[in-house]
């Protein structure tokens, strides 16, 4: 062996004396740290957001290190596959301005709420979900999943949660698409009060945040199932999104905070104040 890898004998003897270096030993404990903390993102973390849970349990770590270590394991993250459209926007119902226009950033809770729509394949059908989004710290506040794409199976039920769950006392954006469900006479009754903001037609970064979180929740879940019956991917969904994404997903838009930590630094920023 240590003429194949042209080394001394005494050199190996020196070696395995010595044992494990330090450097190898931090590898191996990153290693483990690393493949708990994939799993129980369900594979949907990189190695940023890896290395941001790393340095909250006290692990000092690159990022390229990370990626160098989880290239070795074989850990990679879940990629993004393109969606289709539940957009139907060819109707005659009023089309209200685009007031948000891509400004995305705002200062406290309950001042924009986005909102979109997406399908998920069962063995019954497809099953239709609708989300509403609070562009401040990303928590979904309110959704619903419907056998049709009604306005009463869809946006309907996601907004009496989101408003049945949140005190609204000052000036409300919400922001949709186009499609008929969000024009609908039945929405914009309930919605007076409120301001309406919908996007430009055909244009997906006017509603990008909502979007995002749609596509975020098929691959880094939904592609992964399979659902038999409505009932079973109703109970997945609710999981994922009141016990993973609202509660334990860390957002890069939050700083790599979860939307508690986030909420808890806004609240201790205030006091302070």
Same mark, same amino acid.
């Given at each position: ?7 001394s004998?005494?050199?190996?003897y020196?070696?395995?004396d *010595?044992g ?8 191996e ?6 493949r708990?903390?994939f ?14 849970e790393?340095l909250?349990?006290g692990?000092r770590?690159?990022?390229p290190?990370?990626a160098?270590i989880m290239?070795a394991?074989r ?5 993004? *596959? ?5 957009t139907d926007?060819?109707?005659?119902y ?5 007031i948000?226009d891509r400004?995305?950033t705002v200062?406290?809770r309950?001042q924009v ?14 099953m239709?979900l609708t989300v509403?989004?609070?562009?401040f710290?990303r ?6 999943m419907g056998k049709?794409?009604?306005?009463a199976d869809t946006?309907?039920?996601?907004w009496k949660?989101?408003?049945?769950s949140n005190?609204?006392t000052? *000036? ?11 024009a609908s006479?039945?929405?914009t009754?309930?919605l007076?009060?409120?301001v ?11 509603n990008?945040?909502?979007?995002s979180?749609?596509?975020s929740?098929k ?9 038999n019956?409505?009932?079973?991917a ?6 994922w999104i009141?016990?993973?994404?609202n509660?334990?997903?860390i957002?890069?838009t ?5 939307i508690?930590e986030f909420?808890?630094e ?5 006091s302070?104040?």
């Open positions: 062996m240590c003429k194949m890898f042209k080394v004998k005494s050199g190996y020196n070696w395995l *010595r494990p270096s330090k450097r190898w030993s931090e590898n404990a990153l290693t483990v740290a690393i708990g903390i799993k129980d993102s369900f594979g949907s973390y990189g190695a940023p957001r890896i290395r941001e790393l909250k349990r692990y770590a690159s990022r290190r990370v160098r290239r394991n850990l990679f993250a879940k990629r993004k *596959r393109k969606s289709g459209a539940t926007s060819k109707h005659d009023p089309i209200a301005p685009n948000l400004d995305f200062h406290r309950n709420w986005v909102s979109d729509m997406t399908y998920i394949r069962t063995g019954e059908g497809w239709y509403i989004m609070d562009l710290h928590k979904v506040v309110g959704w619903s049709t794409l009604a306005t946006i309907i039920p996601a949660m989101a408003v049945r005190n609204i000052d *000036r409300l954006v919400f922001h949709s698409d186009r499609g008929s469900q969000y006479y039945e929405f009754d309930i007076k009060g409120y309406q903001s919908m996007g430009r037609k055909g244009n997906c970064w006017d990008a945040v909502a979007e979180f749609s596509k929740l691959v880094e879940w939904v592609y992964h199932q399979n659902y019956f409505r009932s079973e109703e109970l997945s969904i609710f999981q009141g016990t993973w994404y509660r334990k997903r957002h890069p939050l700083h790599y905070k979860t508690g909420e808890n806004m609240y201790n920023q205030k302070a104040a």
